[in-house]
């Protein structure tokens, strides 16, 4: 698991987004991670210690003088073990405190006393977030190396409409495991460019030409690298994945743009993987208007798509890595080795849309990987945030 061998000290202060914790408690959990909370007074008054302790299956800490339950000093013990300290939701008069090195609860104690990065995520009203006195203390704490991920836009608890919202919390445990992981990164000295999702190609200003490609496993991908430490450029087509907050994507419709876009992005890229769904054909006239059906049956004219991977593969075969994808209904291991060697990649991973759990949409994924040197590796069915890291590591490998 991603988290597997790490310690995430989570600190809810008092807001009414404390509850938001939970979730993010439970998203670490499943990661792997070892969670100690820590709450302020206030934070248990919005929720019960015990819905904490239940999911991270750890005492919580409130009190600084409670009975010791081991011979240690608990806010040095939990500053020492913490790989990140995160605190979610931030409110003003915390972020204050930590900005100005005041001390005077088990959560601002344990942040002083530890070298561990430092995540923020604030969540308060509009007024207080923009007051000059917290954003001041917020570049305070920038400038000693915290990070944040700012409060989105949303109606608050007052009924206001503003900034203040406690961010998504996918996007709160994406910057967790990248400030866990940055220590060990591998690929950080990697330009990677991935493609995903599907192109569409217009008919008319209402139908186009497209296919089932949701872009998991592209997205899945690009997130992976960029955890890994790597400088990822995503090329998306169309797809059903929730946005990148941390990664360069370049939103492109047809596969000339996408053409445009990977050509463009691979001149500086150490590893190239196009995993997007890229229509073979494109209609050769785009009608200005829509096309009735009162007009009877019309014959629709294709013209061949660049392919993408064959160019990659022309220009940089030997001095880039290059991966592609082939999905097959058929003879998967032969046509991708046919792929592999045609287009000049470093390998192919195939999958067989017949298979239980490979294929569009699904979570999951069954490949096979076919080198360039005719080797092939089979897969068992698994998730495709774990597949990505496989593939990721086998491109430096």
């Excluded at 969540?123 to 989105?152: C, H, W, Y």
């Excluded at 629709?300 to 001095?319: F, Q, T």
């Excluded at 470093?346 to 067989?352: G, L």
Aim: some cysteine; proline content about 3%; charged content about 25%.
């Amino acid at each position: 698991m991603l988290l597997s061998d790490k310690t995430i000290v989570l600190g809810v202060t008092g807001g009414i987004a404390a509850y938001k914790a939970l979730e993010l408690t439970s998203r670490l959990k499943k990661a792997g991670a070892d969670v100690k909370v820590i709450m302020t007074r206030s934070a248990a008054e919005f929720v019960t210690p015990l819905s904490f302790q239940t999911l991270s299956q750890n005492r919580v800490a409130i009190n600084m003088f409670e009975e010791p339950k081991a011979w240690e000093v608990r806010h040095i013990s939990l500053a020492k073990a913490a790989d990140v300290i995160a605190v979610v939701p931030a409110t003003a008069n915390f972020i204050a405190k930590a900005a100005n090195g005041i001390a005077d609860d088990m959560l601002t104690t344990t942040v002083l006393a530890s070298k561990a990065p430092l995540l923020i995520a604030p969540a308060m009203n509009t007024n207080m977030f923009e007051n000059q006195i917290t954003q001041e203390n917020i570049e305070r704490l920038k400038s000693r190396g915290a990070s944040f991920v700012m409060p989105d836009v949303g109606r608050l608890a007052c009924g206001a409409i503003g900034k203040g919202k406690l961010a998504d919390i996918e996007l709160i445990f994406d910057s967790i495991a990248y400030l866990a992981l940055k220590s060990e990164a591998d690929l950080s000295d990697k330009k990677i460019v991935v493609s995903a999702g599907a192109t569409a190609e217009p008919l008319d200003p209402v139908r186009f030409l497209t296919n089932r490609s949701t872009g998991k496993m592209g997205f899945a991908i690009a997130r992976a690298a960029w955890l890994r430490g790597a400088d990822v450029t995503l090329i998306a087509g169309r797809h059903t994945c929730p946005e990148l907050n941390f990664v360069k994507t370049v939103n492109v419709t047809t596969a000339p743009e996408m053409y445009s876009a990977a050509l463009d992005a691979a001149k500086d890229a150490d590893i190239i993987i196009m995993a997007a769904a890229v229509a073979d054909y494109r209609p050769a006239e785009v009608k200005k208007s829509k096309i009735k059906k009162s007009a009877g049956a019309e014959e629709i004219r294709l013209v061949r798509n660049p392919d993408i991977l064959a160019e990659l593969g022309k220009k940089y075969a030997g001095s880039k890595t290059i991966i592609g994808f082939a999905m097959e209904t058929e003879n998967l291991l032969e046509n991708a080795a046919e792929k592999c060697a045609k287009k000049h990649a470093d390998f192919i991973v195939a999958n067989n849309l017949r298979t239980e759990g490979a294929g569009f949409g699904t979570d999951t994924n069954v490949v096979s990987i076919i080198k360039k040197d005719g080797t092939v590796t089979d897969y068992p069915k698994m998730d495709k945030s774990a597949l990505a890291d496989i593939i990721l590591t086998e491109a430096v490998s």
